[in-house]
């Protein structure tokens, strides 16, 4: 064998490992390529279960939320009583403040009217008694 067919042999050796290697490359690939599409079809069919039950849930929270809409608007009177009540709490209470302000108010006047009165009434009666001392002094001779 001459070195050109040593130098031939080898490349054709080595050509065939290389065609071996990616041979096992090719078959490895076209496995996980196979794993690959099984898993997508997977992912997919559960992908699609779950947007069926989302869309129930989707339906099933929208016929809570009308009824809960429903139960509001029957409580809302009740909550515009509370706040009318407040309300008119509110004005009862200010009414009482200025009710007391005034009673209070015609109280100081009334005890001041009372003491005048009393003075007024002792002024006149000393006044009526000096009239009648002043009127028997001018009957009665001296």
Do not use: W
């Not at 490359?25 to 390529?33: A, G, P, Q």
């Not at 279960?49 to 929270?61: C, F, G, P």
């Not at 003491?115 to 009648?132: E, K, L």
């Amino acid at each position: 064998m001459t070195g050109g067919q040593v130098a031939g042999l080898i490349a054709a050796i080595a050509f065939l490992i290389l065609v071996l290697f990616i041979g096992m490359f090719l078959t490895k690939l076209n496995k996980t390529l196979g794993q690959l599409n099984a898993s997508m079809k997977t992912m997919t069919d559960d992908i699609d279960v779950i947007s069926k039950q989302a869309e129930n849930i989707l339906a099933s929270s929208n016929v809570l939320l009308d009824d809960v809409n429903e139960k509001f608007a029957t409580i809302d009177p009740v909550f515009q009583a509370a706040a009318d009540l407040g309300t008119s709490v509110s004005d009862l209470n200010d009414a009482t403040r200025n009710l007391t302000a005034k009673v209070s108010s015609n109280t100081k006047t009334a005890e001041k009217a009372s003491v005048a009165s009393r003075f007024g009434r002792t002024a006149f009666n000393m006044y009526s008694r000096h009239r009648a001392k002043k009127a028997d002094s001018m009957t009665t001779p001296q």
